[in-house]
């Protein structure tokens, strides 16, 4: 039972312009939401949170919208850049601080010159 | 100031063999949790460890367990090894008692042939 799904597994984007990453989730238990970045042979870096008091929290290029009423949530990136290719994970988890992580299957975003 | 750290990078087994990986969580941190990323996947929780005890766990047989040691490194553990089993297996630490992301290490790729 895939409780955080990210349906689009691959995303292409010019270089400048807006990238917006996808994810839905099932369980109404998560409460607290964050996107991961991985770079091939890396592990994740956390790149950006929200809990869900939230519908918003941007951190400069980057920015998380909450749909609560839909359970889902977005990743833009403005302006997308070459390093921001990567693959993108979006997670979920009961609370904040150290609950476990479901995380999506990820999306790749490749940001072309 | 080290980040997380993980050994070895790479590991080739046969079916039936057992496995340590090893994990030292970044400088500071108390709390480890390891995750199974298999091909084409997001990271599965596996479980998490702080003051030398389980505290979660995740949807895995008892194969798999798991150590922390009084310095917060971690060891996981999996015995009669399967096939399914081959994947990148991750660390994350953390701050028990501080809300936060998870710092991810590099991973240790498992081959079970």
């Known amino acids: 039972d895939q409780q955080v799904k990210q349906n689009s597994p691959s995303l292409s984007v010019q270089e400048g312009r807006i990238s917006i990453l996808n994810c839905d989730y099932t369980?109404?238990?998560?409460?607290?939401f964050l996107w991961y970045k991985k770079y091939p042979a890396e592990g994740p870096t956390f790149l950006i949170s929200?809990?869900?008091?939230?519908d918003k929290n941007e951190d400069g290029r980057f920015t998380v919208f909450l749909n609560k009423s839909a359970k889902h949530l977005s990743l833009h990136i403005v302006p997308s850049q070459p390093g921001d290719s990567a693959v993108y994970f979006c997670?979920?988890?009961?609370?904040?601080?150290?609950?476990?992580?479901?995380f999506g299957t990820g999306t790749r975003l490749t940001i072309i010159p | 100031d080290a980040g997380v750290t993980q050994s070895p990078t790479h590991l080739i087994k046969t079916r039936g063999q057992q496995v340590t990986l090893r994990c030292s969580p970044k400088?500071?941190?108390?709390?480890v949790s390891w995750y199974q990323q298999a091909l084409g996947q997001g990271p599965q929780f596996i479980f998490q460890?702080?003051?030398?005890?389980?505290?979660q766990r995740g949807n895995f047989p008892d194969r798999f367990s798991g150590h922390q040691f009084p310095n917060y490194s971690s060891e996981l553990n999996v015995n009669a090894l399967l096939l399914g089993d081959s994947a990148l297996y991750l660390c994350?630490?953390?701050?028990?008692?501080?809300?936060?992301?998870?710092?991810f290490g590099p991973g240790t790729r498992l081959t079970v042939l």
């Open positions: 460890y702080y003051e030398e005890e389980e505290r």
């Open positions: 929200i809990s869900s008091i939230k």
């Open positions: 997670a979920a988890s009961r609370g904040f601080g150290n609950e476990k992580l479901t």
């Open positions: 400088s500071g941190h108390d709390t």
């Open positions: 994350a630490s953390s701050y028990w008692s501080l809300t936060g992301e998870q710092f």
């Open positions: 369980n109404s238990m998560f409460d607290y």
